[in-house]
């Protein structure tokens, strides 16, 4: 059974700085690519970041572009999410999520967000001004 354990959130003031970490169990983590959504209050859920399985690309949303940065470390079946220059806007339940594996590529940031599959709970980011 698959699990991701989503860990990391808080409050931060504007400018501030947080690191989110994904636990993944009960699937060969190397084999999935794996990403960072977020759903702020009264928002649809949207794209954060997207690494693939051999960390070959890597997708950010434009509003993050420069400012976040996710990598994963294989070896502890985890993926960070390192926010720097957080804005209030920033707010929002994040979450991580894995595709199906078999080492699937994908062309940009729509394909990967339609091929996710499993996901965590969540933990809530929150960014005062």
């Known amino acids: 059974q698959v699990q991701l354990v989503e860990s990391g959130g808080g409050l931060v003031q504007a400018g501030g700085s947080l690191r989110l970490a994904c636990a993944a169990s009960?699937?060969?983590?190397?084999?999935?690519?794996m990403g960072w959504f977020r759903q702020a209050p009264g928002k649809e859920r949207e794209f954060v970041a997207g690494?693939?399985?051999?960390?070959?690309?890597?997708y950010y949303a434009d509003s993050v572009k420069g400012r976040f940065t996710i990598s994963r470390d294989n070896a502890m079946n985890t993926v960070f999410l390192q926010m720097n220059s957080l804005k209030p806007e920033d707010t929002a339940v994040y979450y991580c999520?894995?595709?199906?594996?078999?080492?699937?590529?994908?062309?940009?940031?729509?394909?990967?967000?339609?091929?996710?599959?499993?996901w965590g709970k969540g933990t809530l980011v929150t960014v005062s001004s």
């Open positions: 690494i693939m399985w051999n960390r070959g690309s890597i």
């Open positions: 999520a894995a595709d199906r594996g078999f080492r699937k590529f994908y062309s940009d940031s729509d394909a990967y967000t339609r091929a996710m599959y499993f």
């Open positions: 009960g699937l060969t983590f190397s084999t999935y690519a």
